[in-house]
């Protein structure tokens, strides 16, 4: 019997797929592009007008939202949220090609970005090539990454800042002597040093 | 005898219409997409790459430039004009659906944002969901609005702060013992604890 | 013998180019719409989801990632660098139409924008109507420019401000006593009062 997560993926008519690594139950929407070469888990819903390059990778049951790019280098880990018009990078330091021929011609000046596990980056972000960010952290809309974000942290501003802590849950959480607990959900952390993990 | 303004609603050819509440007068271009349940006045004009989610709610002569997303819970009233990339949100705590299964099963979850009549948002402005932007309000290119936005009121940055006043003509007004006249087109405004109208 | 840079352009078929002024070796992407009446020169490419109106201008081996729109009153100079999702914009004081009839009525309202040879322009950057950015000069991802850039400068913010200097090959350079050397490519530069040039 078919379980009702391996339907098969969805493409909108109006979409163009060319990557044939797909996961089963993966929806993508109008006016999106996705290269040959992505690597693109099950049960993603990702949005219209968005754009995945060759090389790209992302896992399982993430939402991408409309109007974002994911260059080669960028790995999103398994349900990773992704808000609209989100920027993801992979060059530090861009100009033209017809500038810098020598420097396009290998792959070296691709600086990977990685979301990891469960993070959410909220609308319009932009994530500086490099970055890593952690499990469950929380980039505020319009917030511009550009260094490594701890797992649990809420970064928002121009530069990223750190803000605060969220619950896997995404409510804000405060810790009182190395703990918190969660008001809206309950979930348990503790902290030690500069990281967060659930108790 | 047809009024100009009775032309039937102008749908690119590469653009997907699915909505049919849809006014007369209205222009919709090249890749944009909008879903049924979308609820879309006369003479509006909207330009190519947006997206509009069955739910949104925008109004008459309302200009939407390229690259918008128009989520729902979103209502843009008569005149807004919505500049190119600008991305509003319905949702304060997004995380991926497979992460929050029993939070996403009803419509609690969504904040609702309204932008009243007449106002502005500059180029890649970033609404955060729960916002009210009042009548005529300026929001600067880029600016993160996180709040509620007084009528005529001037916001910038990020997130946005309050920078001043501007005419309905758009230009900026000063107050003078809570009276101000605008130098380009003569109207006058009266101001009152924190709100001003036109006097 | 046909030199590999004057191939014809390519044209996705999947995007919309209505103008003819567009030059060989010059590539456009999925779901990208340039109106008629832009110009676009030779070994430009262009990539997918991109707004390009009539009246901009594009110089030769321009890059312009995904997602950007270009409008009327905008040129780019040769090899100009375009990240993903930057907003071009060309009134400063924008209304719904409806609002202003009379204002849009001529082409006055139009502050134009140049971006001069060999210049970066960042991830998501908003480039306000009205500002000249310099040659080579690095516009920091997610910068809100709001006047001019000079020559080799490096801005970060928003609005954006002077942070440094770049070279041609977008490191970072630094003055001693009016010098400074590359350490990455070796070419030197002469710094006199607000201006950086080659020397």
Redesign the interface.
């Known amino acids: 019997m078919m379980h009702i997560r391996d339907r098969p993926s969805f493409v909108h008519s ?1 979409a ?1 797929v060319e990557t044939e690594q797909i996961g089963v139950g993966t929806s993508v ?3 999106t ?1 996705i290269l040959n070469g992505a690597i693109i888990g099950s ?1 993603c ?1 990702i ?3 968005c ?1 995945i390059e060759g090389g790209a990778r992302i896992g ?4 991408i ?3 974002c ?1 994911v ?1 080669d280098g960028v790995s999103l880990e398994d ?3 992704v ?3 989100v ?3 992979n060059d530090r ?8 021929p020598s ?1 396009y011609s290998t792959r070296r000046w691709i600086s990977p970005t990685v979301v990891k596990r ?1 993070a ?1 980056l ?3 972000a ?1 994530i ?1 090539a490099g970055s890593t960010i952690g499990e469950f952290a929380f980039v505020a ?2 917030t ?1 990454v550009t260094g490594n974000v701890p797992p649990y942290a809420l970064v ?4 990223g800042r750190a803000a605060g802590w969220v619950c ?4 804000a959480i405060s810790f009182v002597r190395s703990r918190a607990r969660c008001d809206a959900c309950g979930k348990t952390y503790a902290r030690a040093a500069n990281s967060v993990h659930r108790s």
């Open positions: 109006a163009l929407w109008a006016f592009h049960r819903n949005g219209g007008q754009f399982n049951a993430v939402t939202k409309n109007g790019s260059w349900e990773v949220f808000g609209p018009a920027v993801f990078t330091r861009p100009r033209s090609r017809a500038m810098a420097r469960g959410t909220g609308a319009g932009i500086v809309a319009g511009v928002v501003g121009v530069p896997e849950c995404a409510e």
